[in-house]
């Protein structure tokens, strides 16, 4: 199994991509203020594999 410190997640849907997240040390950093629908499910999905939302 791979293990990897540190996973940076951006949203690639405009000109140019966007930095929402970054996961490191079971902690989740959101970026973008608002969330649309699917960033919502991503939040979610991984606060149920045990990561915790900080700013």
């Given at each position: 199994?791979?293990?990897?410190d540190e996973i940076f997640i951006y949203d690639n849907s405009g000109i140019a991509p966007e930095l929402i997240f970054q996961l490191k040390d079971n902690c989740i950093t959101q970026f973008s203020e608002f969330l649309p629908s699917w960033r919502e499910k991503i939040l979610n999905n991984l606060r149920k594999l045990g990561f915790e939302k900080i700013f």
């Open positions: 199994m791979l293990h990897c």
